[in-house]
């Protein structure tokens, strides 16, 4: 019954390595969102996905590539790890609104990405 | 600059008072502002979204009111319980949520 689902909950991985975290959502909604939130609680937006169409793309390494193969889910995959890039990293789900985020987001239990 | 900042990093309260959160804001324009609760280890959960047109809005012991020209939210937690302990966030919305720092709150019995 869960409604944003992330996996996996924890990742411990090194420098260089590639890696991918998992999101589906069963609310039906048609927008998603990754956020990363940083070692000082700072959350903030890094891509958002409309009815499986990027419509945000903060200023995040190209290193970081989001691939929404339908509605209910939107991947995070990320190259070349770099220490920076440890943090944990939200999904969230919301409806569409003419004013863009006018409806209530609903969150994933996150991932907490470790790069050693 | 654009800068979103809750009153302070962490704020102590005694069960039964009321907790007072602040938003201030500047360099936006938001036509809604909405508050969520994180608790650790978990994501941020939904509390309340105030409209722009909206002075003030309640759900059970909550109550968030919105100035748009003093470009600040308060959000009240009356009858403050130790389960109320969390960090509380607001999110400024415009094309996408713009989160503030968080301020966390801590009730204690």
């Known amino acids: 019954d869960t409604a944003v689902s992330q996996t996996p909950k924890y990742l411990v991985t090194q420098m260089g390595n590639d890696k991918s975290i998992k999101c589906e959502q069963n609310?039906?909604?048609?927008?998603m969102y990754w956020y990363k939130q940083d070692s000082k609680k700072f959350l903030k937006i890094m891509f958002s996905y409309n009815n499986k169409e990027l419509i945000i793309n903060e200023t995040v390494p190209n290193r970081f590539s989001p691939k929404s193969p339908d509605k209910a889910h939107l991947n995070l995959h990320i190259n070349s790890l770099e220490l920076g890039d440890s943090a944990v990293y939200f999904c969230a789900s919301s409806q569409w609104g003419l004013a863009g985020s006018s409806y209530e987001q609903y969150f994933g239990p996150g991932t907490r990405l470790t790069v050693t | 600059s654009q800068k979103i900042e809750q009153n302070s990093e962490a704020l102590n309260i005694q069960e039964g008072k009321t907790a007072t959160l602040t938003c201030n804001y500047t360099n936006y324009s938001p036509a809604y502002l909405q508050w969520y609760r994180q608790d650790p280890g978990r994501g941020p959960v939904f509390l309340l979204l105030i409209r722009e047109n909206e002075k003030e809005k309640r759900k059970e012991r909550l109550k968030v009111t919105f100035d748009t020209t003093l470009k600040q939210s308060l959000f009240h937690i009356t009858a403050s319980q130790p389960a109320d302990s969390a960090t509380y966030l607001c999110a400024l919305a415009t094309d996408k949520l713009i989160f503030g720092t968080g301020t966390r709150l801590q009730v204690f019995p």
């Open positions: 609310l039906g909604h048609d927008t």
